[in-house]
């Protein structure tokens, strides 16, 4: 029980730190090179939320791929 819920967490904190770096690196280039006014953005709500939905949307689709892959 406890090693798949540091399996979830695990996965979804890695998750969450690539959200998070796609996010800032396109905040990046539409700040026009500028990673203080990127930084910056990304940690207003449109930034934070940009990085939950790609991180549940990255979670969603490895859950499918391995429930389609085990048969269920």
């Known amino acids: ?3 798949s819920i540091s399996y979830l967490l695990g996965n979804f904190l890695g ?3 690539v959200s998070y770096l796609l996010v800032w690196g396109v905040l990046f280039l539409f700040s026009r ?3 203080r ?3 910056a953005r990304s940690r207003r709500w449109p930034g934070i ?3 939950l939905v790609l991180a549940l949307l990255g979670m969603g689709s ?3 791929r ?4 085990s048969g269920l």
């Open 62 to 64: 490895a859950f499918s």
């Open 37 to 39: 006014m990127a930084f």
């Open 15 to 17: 998750r969450v730190l």
């Open 49 to 51: 939320l940009a990085v």
């Open 66 to 69: 391995s429930a389609a892959g």
């Open 33 to 35: 090179l500028n990673w």
């Open 1 to 3: 029980m406890s090693s």
